[in-house]
Nanobody, 125 residues
Framework: QLQEVESGGGLVQPGGSLRLSCAAS????????VGWFRQAPGKEREGVSC????????TYADAVKGRFSISRDNDKHTVYLQMNSLKPEDTAMYYC??????????????????WGQGTQVTVSS
């Protein structure tokens, strides 16, 4: 069974930082673009960031540009999302997802297939 495992979420104060990790069970992420999405209560799941299979190309949603940074270590088969200057509106369940393609075509859910179970990020004082 293909499954991604997210970790690194937690409770942080506004202005703080967290680093999320995404690893895969049953396959490797190396040949796929990988995206991070988030879903707040009562809202639709939205794309946050994407990184190509090579790591040479990245995409960010406007809401997180300049604050979040996506990276990958294909030797460790892991994708990271470094989140800085966190705001209360960043509070959500964060999911990683495997892209259909090697490149980041978009941050639309239709371009991503297998999803993880999510890790909760709460930004609150």
């Amino acid at each position: 069974q293909l499954q991604e495992v997210e970790s690194g979420g937690g409770l942080v104060q506004p202005g703080g930082s967290l680093r999320l990790s995404c690893a895969a069970s049953g396959f490797t992420l190396d040949s796929h673009a990988v995206g991070w999405f988030r879903q707040a209560p009562g809202k639709e799941r939205e794309g946050v960031s994407c990184i190509s299979s090579s790591g040479h190309s990245t995409t960010y949603a406007d809401a997180v540009k300049g604050r979040f940074s996506i990276s990958r270590d294909n030797d460790k088969h892991t994708v990271y999302l470094q989140m800085n200057s966190l705001k209360p509106e960043d509070t959500a369940m964060y999911y990683c997802a495997v892209g259909v393609f090697r490149t980041c075509v978009s941050l639309s859910r239709r371009d991503f297939g297998s999803w993880g179970q999510g890790t909760q990020v709460t930004v609150s004082s």
